[in-house]
Each structure stands twice: as C-alpha cells, then as structure tokens.
C-alpha cells in the first residue's frame, strides 16, 4: 500500500511538480532545485527513505512509497496525489536500477523483467496517469532521465542500455503525441555522475573516465538537477521530443 505524509499548514505556492524516485541522489537534488523555486512537491520513494522533511526544510512536499513494480500502486499513487494537490504543472522521472555487468548469454529473464518495468513500463505508465491529469488543463512538462549510453551502448550492460534508450523513442512520439494537449516532453540524458550508483568504480577508474572528459571531470547531480529544471521551466516552453546530453561532452557529435 502506498503511505503518504506531508507537512501542515505550509503556505500555498502556485506550481506543483511530482518527482518519481526522489530519494536517488539525482532525484533529491532535482526535488531541492523545484524547492527553491517554491514549487510544491509529490515525492516518491520504495526501498531508500529519505527525511525529506530534514533535506528540504522550507518545501511544501508530500512523500508516498511507490513501488513502480506493481502497477496498480502507480494508478493509486496518482490518485492520492490529485486529491492532495489543485494542479499539476511538471513531472520528472528519475527512477531506475542498474544492470549486473554480464554478458548477455548470462542475462537472466529474472534480470531482464525487472530492467523493463522499473526503468521504462513505469516511465511509460507514469507518463501516461500524468497526462490525464494535466492535458488540456494547463501547460505541463514531463522530463524522463535517460543515459548518455543510448548514443554509443554500453558492453556487458545490454539490457540496462535498451530500458534507458527506450526513453529518447518515448519522448520523440510523446512530443507529438501530446503537444496539442499543452504538454511537452525531453529526456535528459546523464553521463557519468558521481553518484551511489557509480561506487563501484574505483577512484582510479574515476579518474580515467574523467580524463576521457573534455570538461575533466565526473557529473554532479547538480549538474543534472539544473538541466532538468530548465527543460521544466518557462524559459523552455518551445522545447519538446529534445534528448539533452548532460556528459561533459563525453559523446560529441
């Protein structure tokens, strides 16, 4: 069941944005970014609870556990959040889980089922209550975090590769799609940011990707945060079915 909690008597601000897999690093800094613009926030987490309250002690937010493997926690998150907010202005999704580094004979259905409905079926069914909420209501935005691996693949993580390309082939039939519902949609697309998610590089192999880079460094998930709020925000309102690479210039075309 989804729990949900929020904080009483914050002040009322005008834009509300829903951050699905606020508790990742990326997704927490991306929740701080719409906090200081006096957005309202949903945000969602499973397994990793963070104290929200602690991280964003001015922000007017609401938590629910989500667990996106299950689809009719999705439908009834969406519900409990149309009756906690009056409007819905941006959705970012920015949940997902990495691949096991394996070769594909040793991929596993297992492996490969939950790679799909957590990194893209969800995106796709979140996008998808989002849009019934919003269209034709008032102008919204969604931002799906992709990864700058679609461009050129990634060996030993096929699978991880196909759930995350999968997001720019959304976001291009989505901005068509949607666009005469008031409704854009883009994909930021990360290269290697120094997150969680990457300790298991060591810092030698930090290093040398960072070499690789022509900015000379790994990402931060700032780095992300400002990228995905600007596609979220007025001064991108002619801005739709874009991929945005935010790697250092590490894939240059």
Same mark, same amino acid.
């Given at each position: 069941?989804?729990?949900?909690?929020?904080?009483?008597?914050?002040?009322?601000? %005008?834009?509300?944005?829903?951050?699905?897999?606020?508790?990742?690093? *990326?997704?927490?800094?991306?929740?701080?970014?719409?906090?200081?613009?006096?957005?309202?926030? =949903?945000? #969602?987490? &499973?397994?990793?609870?963070?104290?929200?309250?602690?991280?964003?002690?001015?922000?007017?937010?609401? #938590?629910?556990?989500?667990?996106?493997?299950?689809?009719?926690?999705?439908?009834?998150? $969406? =519900?409990?959040?149309?009756?906690?907010?009056?409007?819905?202005?941006?959705?970012?999704? !920015?949940?997902?889980?990495?691949?096991? %580094?394996?070769?594909?004979?040793?991929?596993?259905?297992?492996?490969?089922? &939950?790679?799909? /409905?957590?990194? #893209?079926?969800?995106?796709?069914?979140?996008? %998808?209550? $989002?849009?019934?909420?919003?269209?034709?209501?008032?102008?919204?935005?969604?931002?799906? *975090? @992709?990864?700058?691996?679609?461009? &050129?693949?990634?060996? !030993? /993580?096929?699978?991880?590769?196909?759930?995350?390309?999968?997001?720019?082939?959304? !976001?291009?039939?989505?901005?068509?799609?949607? @666009?005469?519902?008031?409704?854009?949609?883009?994909?930021?697309?990360?290269? $290697? +940011?120094?997150?969680?998610?990457?300790?298991?590089?060591?810092?030698? /192999?930090?290093?040398?990707?960072?070499?690789?880079?022509?900015?000379? %460094?790994?990402? #931060?998930? /700032?780095? *992300?945060?400002?990228?995905?709020?600007?596609?979220?925000?007025?001064?991108?309102?002619? +801005?739709? @079915?874009?991929?945005?690479?935010?790697? @250092?210039?590490?894939?240059?075309?």
């Amino acid at each position: 069941m989804i729990q949900c909690k929020g904080k009483k008597g914050a002040k009322m601000i %005008r834009k509300t944005a829903i951050i699905i897999g606020a508790s990742s690093d *990326i997704g927490l800094e991306i929740a701080k970014k719409f906090a200081k613009a006096n957005y309202d926030l =949903a945000l #969602t987490y &499973n397994s990793h609870k963070l104290d929200f309250e602690k991280e964003l002690p001015k922000a007017n937010l609401k #938590t629910y556990k989500l667990d996106l493997r299950k689809t009719e926690e999705i439908a009834q998150f $969406f =519900a409990e959040v149309q009756k906690d907010f009056k409007t819905f202005d941006s959705m970012v999704f !920015c949940a997902g889980i990495s691949q096991k %580094r394996a070769l594909v004979l040793d991929l596993t259905d297992a492996e490969l089922d &939950n790679l799909f /409905e957590i990194n #893209t079926k969800a995106a796709i069914r979140c996008v %998808r209550e $989002f849009a019934k909420l919003t269209a034709n209501k008032n102008p919204s935005n969604i931002t799906l *975090i @992709g990864s700058f691996v679609e461009k &050129n693949g990634c060996s !030993c /993580e096929s699978a991880y590769t196909s759930s995350k390309s999968a997001m720019s082939g959304l !976001c291009k039939s989505l901005a068509s799609e949607l @666009g005469n519902l008031d409704i854009r949609i883009n994909v930021v697309a990360p290269g $290697f +940011i120094d997150t969680k998610m990457n300790n298991n590089l060591t810092k030698a /192999e930090k290093e040398d990707i960072a070499d690789m880079t022509p900015l000379h %460094r790994l990402g #931060t998930p /700032e780095d *992300i945060a400002n990228a995905t709020y600007f596609l979220s925000s007025d001064a991108a309102s002619f +801005i739709t @079915g874009q991929t945005l690479y935010v790697d @250092g210039g590490l894939i240059l075309e």
